[in-house]
């Protein structure tokens, strides 16, 4: 099992910025990607937000791009999230992915909250 810990979610004005950061532990082997998704209701489809493969590229939804970076520290099997010119529609709850031999392990979900 692969165990995930988030931390870095708040509140934050709109144009601000925060940074999310998740490392995993337990029976890690070889992680084929890590990365972001987000729920901003509710009852919402959850949607990807930014990815990191372990070849090194990096994927980004439509919505972030340009505004978000994910990066990750290998050695410290760490995945990270810079928000910048953050807006109110980026309110959600935001979790961490990360993906093992065909198995998807989640965080618990942080909260970020932008006012307007």
């Known amino acids: 099992q692969v165990q995930l810990v988030e931390s870095g979610g708040g509140l934050v004005q709109a144009g601000g910025s925060l940074r999310l950061s998740c490392a995993a532990s337990?029976?890690?082997?070889?992680?084929?990607?890590m990365g972001w998704y987000r729920r901003q209701a509710p009852g919402k489809q959850r949607e990807a937000v930014a990815f990191s493969t372990s070849g090194g590229s990096t994927n980004y939804a439509d919505s972030v791009r340009g505004r978000f970076t994910v990066s990750r520290d290998n050695a410290k099997n760490t995945v990270y999230l810079q928000m910048n010119s953050l807006k109110p529609e980026d309110s959600a709850v935001y979790y961490c992915m990360v993906a093992q031999r065909f198995t998807n392990y989640w965080g618990q979900g942080t909260q970020v909250t932008v006012s307007s």
């Open positions: 337990g029976s890690i082997f070889s992680i084929d990607a």
